[in-house]
Nanobody
Framework: VQLQASGGGLVQAGGSLRLPCAAS????????MGWFRQAPGKEREFVAA???????????YYADSMKGRFTISTDNAKNTVYLQMNSLKPEDTAVYYC????????????????WGQGTQVTVSS
């Protein structure tokens, strides 16, 4: 599986960004796609993820600090997962990574086996 994250950039506090993550390759074994982020000097942390539930769609879950501000969604026809980020804060500044897992409903970094290259998001105050 290859993952290509994009959409990062510089935005003012209160602004919005949408990060797409395009998946290619042997994606049929993927159960969950997630987003993580790593701020300078900090460990990588879970942001949001979606676990597919067949034709009924998927279930989404978020880190507490992102609930209500971030939304994860998919375009299955494009094999792309999106992270819509609203009301951005300077503390959201980080490199954002997308990743896939064969495990449902996981927030554990070590259970994600394929990773994209990351995209930088910088929020100015």
């Amino acid at each position: 599986v290859q993952l290509q994250a994009s959409g990062g950039g510089l935005v003012q506090a209160g602004g919005s960004l949408r990060l797409p993550c395009a998946a290619s390759g042997r994606t049929f074994s993927t159960s969950t796609m997630g987003w993580f982020r790593q701020a300078p000097g900090k460990e990588r942390e879970f942001v949001a993820a979606i676990t597919w539930s067949g034709w009924s769609g998927g279930s989404t879950y978020y880190a507490d600090s992102m609930k209500g501000r971030f939304t994860i969604s998919t375009d299955n026809a494009k094999n792309t997962v999106y992270l819509q980020m609203n009301s951005l804060k300077p503390e959201d500044t980080a490199v954002y990574y997308c990743a896939t897992s064969r495990i449902a409903h996981t927030k554990r970094e070590y259970e994600y086996n394929y990773w994209g290259q990351g995209t930088q998001v910088t929020v100015s105050s």
